[in-house]
T-cell receptor
Framework: KNQVEQSPQSLIILEGKNCTLQCNYTVSPFSNLRWYKQDTGRGPVSLTIMTFSENTKSNGRYTATLDADTKQSSLHITASQLSDSASYICVVAWGAGSYQLTFGKGTKLSVIP | GAGVSQSPRYKVAKRGQDVALRCDPISGHVSLFWYQQALGQGPEFLTYFQNEAQLDKSGLPSDRFFAERPEGSVSTLKIQRTQQEDSAVYLC????????????FGPGTRLTVT
């Protein structure tokens, strides 16, 4: 069964600090991996999308990495801000049409002053 | 509109009632998806439309769930005879082209069945 596991489940960090969120997946056939940010009461917003051949991709203070051999990804947040407080969801697209998505449960990040 | 909109944002239904949830995708977006997100979980796929054609409904949990997109734009997710386990946030997403390379999500409808 296709699965996406994320760790940690929740994380509290001080404003200005860096953090790294982890994602492991067992999804086949792999198409691409995305990281989404979901604020409370809102829909997910895409941060990065990486295909099989991409190892790293940045979006401002967010940097995602992908190791397709070990089926692991990470999301690194630099110089965290209070507005980074949200759930971060790892999503893997799979299948012939690349529209089937398997979502992780998310990491709930709280940035405190 | 600038993004995907959903209505109502909140819905409380008594067990056994029928509900209809609406999704207005970004104008011109070809593909539309419905997801169900239980509390503390990631979204789970329900169904996928390409224009007005429902290409995949494998995620619909029972025959009480029905979705349509008759003119290839607005979509409605209908749940008949609601049950408590239907309580969740229902998310709609749309993409410009076929497939789901860049999905834009709406804010969701939170359904509570009492």
């Amino acid at each position: 069964k296709n699965q996406v596991e994320q760790s940690p489940q929740s994380l509290i960090i001080l404003e200005g600090k860096n953090c790294t969120l982890q994602c492991n997946y067992t999804v086949s056939p792999f198409s691409n991996l995305r990281w989404y940010k979901q604020d409370t009461g809102r829909g997910p917003v895409s941060l990065t999308i990486m295909t099989f051949s991409e190892n790293t991709k940045s979006n401002g203070r967010y940097t995602a990495t992908l190791d397709a051999d070990t089926k692991q990804s990470s999301l690194h947040i630099t110089a965290s801000q209070l507005s980074d407080s949200a759930s971060y969801i790892c999503v893997v697209a799979w299948g012939a049409g690349s529209y089937q998505l398997t979502f992780g449960k998310g990491t709930k990040l709280s940035v405190i002053p | 509109g600038a993004g995907v909109s959903q209505s109502p944002r909140y819905k409380v239904a008594k067990r056994g009632q029928d509900v209809a949830l609406r999704c207005d995708p970004i104008s011109g977006h070809v593909s539309l998806f419905w997801y169900q997100q239980a509390l503390g979980q990631g979204p789970e796929f329900l169904t996928y439309f390409q224009n007005e054609a429902q290409l995949d409904k494998s995620g619909l949990p029972s025959d009480r769930f029905f979705a349509e997109r008759p003119e290839g734009s607005v979509s409605t997710l209908k749940i008949q005879r609601t049950q408590q386990e239907d309580s969740a946030v229902y998310l709609c997403a749309s993409t410009r082209g076929r497939g789901s390379y860049e999905q834009y999500f709406g804010p969701g409808t939170r359904l509570t069945v009492t």
